[in-house]
Nanobody
Framework: VQLQASGGGLVQAGGSLRLSCAASGSIFSINAVFWYRQTPGNQRELVAGIASAGSTVYGTYAKGRFTISRDNAKNTVYLQMNSLKSEDTALYYC?????????WGQGTQVTVSS
């Protein structure tokens, strides 16, 4: 299984980005997928997660601004980020935890200019 994160970039404060996490393999649809983010010198923090059936969880700062969704037919999870702030600047990772292994994508950089 491989995860490919994309969609990051440079955006002005108040703008929007949509991140994508595309997965190979047949186990995608039965597993939850999460987005984490990390800035230099800090621990990774949960941004959002979505279960196989579609239930969601969000980090405190993401509620009301970010929306996670999934398209199992495309093996892809999306993170729609609106009203971006400079403090959202980070490297964003997607991860798919399974019983055997946690599969991580390579990360996509989001930079929000103020």
């Amino acid at each position: 299984v491989q995860l490919q994160a994309s969609g990051g970039g440079l955006v002005q404060a108040g703008g929007s980005l949509r991140l994508s996490c595309a997965a190979s393999g047949s186990i995608f649809s039965i597993n939850a997928v999460f987005w984490y983010r990390q800035t230099p010198g800090n621990q990774r923090e949960l941004v959002a997660g979505i279960a196989s059936a579609g239930s969601t969880v969000y980090g405190t700062y993401a509620k009301g601004r970010f929306t996670i969704s999934r398209d199992n037919a495309k093996n892809t999870v999306y993170l729609q980020m609106n009203s971006l702030k400079s403090e959202d600047t980070a490297l964003y990772y997607c991860v798919m935890p399974t019983k055997e292994y946690d599969y991580w994508g390579q990360g996509t950089q989001v930079t929000v200019s103020s």
